[in-house]
């Protein structure tokens, strides 16, 4: 959302963003399992931090999960997840605003870059420390239209699909 604020306005290299979970998704599919997040969207943008770096961060909480669980089985009070991307030329960044980012992989070093996912398990026969946990890198990097888009262009496809039966 392009109205997101930045709480930390008056530091022109830390972009502080917060996105209510109602104006973001987050989405992570692995094998047969997708992540969806319940919660909001924190995003971190530094531009030429104290190290000369670049760095894109985000962090979100309140999973819910879809794939072959047992049954009763679901996340649990610990879930969340945390990715960060560095580019140590300090290049991918023009700003910290949030409407400048470009989100092009490409533009952060080979080696710069972290995925974490974190889901504690609940339910029956789950014990306390039982869940999912996945550590990785990111090859690559999607930006989908806003839910209003989506939704407008799905509308306008369903009432095309009616007419056109109509017709027949």
């Known amino acids: 959302d392009d109205a997101t604020a930045d709480l930390a306005p008056l530091d022109t290299h830390f972009g502080d963003f917060r996105v209510?979970?109602?104006?973001?998704?987050?989405?992570?599919n692995v094998g047969n399992y997708t992540f969806s997040a319940a919660g909001g969207l924190s995003i971190a943008?530094?531009?030429?931090n104290a190290f000369g770096e670049d760095v894109l961060g985000w962090f979100t909480d309140q999973f819910s999960i879809v794939g072959a669980l047992?049954?009763?089985?679901?996340?649990?009070a610990?879930?969340?997840s945390s990715i960060q991307l560095v580019d140590s030329s300090g290049t991918a960044h023009g700003s910290?605003?949030?409407?400048?980012?470009?989100?092009?992989?490409?533009?952060?070093g080979p080696d710069n870059f972290?995925?974490?996912?974190?889901?504690?398990?609940a339910g029956p026969g789950?014990?306390?420390?039982?869940?999912?946990?996945?550590?990785?890198?990111?090859a690559s990097m999607s930006i989908v239209p806003e839910s209003s888009v989506s939704v407008m262009l799905a509308s306008s496809l369903v009432g095309l699909a009616v007419l056109r039966r109509r017709r027949l």
């Open 70 to 76: 047992p049954p009763g089985v679901g996340p649990g």
């Open 78 to 80: 610990v879930t969340y």
């Open 20 to 28: 209510p979970a109602a104006l973001s998704s987050y989405v992570i």
């Open 45 to 48: 943008i530094e531009d030429n």
């Open 114 to 121: 972290a995925f974490y996912l974190a889901v504690q398990l």
């Open 126 to 138: 789950i014990g306390s420390q039982q869940g999912i946990e996945l550590v990785g890198t990111i």
């Open 96 to 108: 910290d605003r949030l409407t400048d980012l470009t989100w092009d992989r490409a533009l952060y």
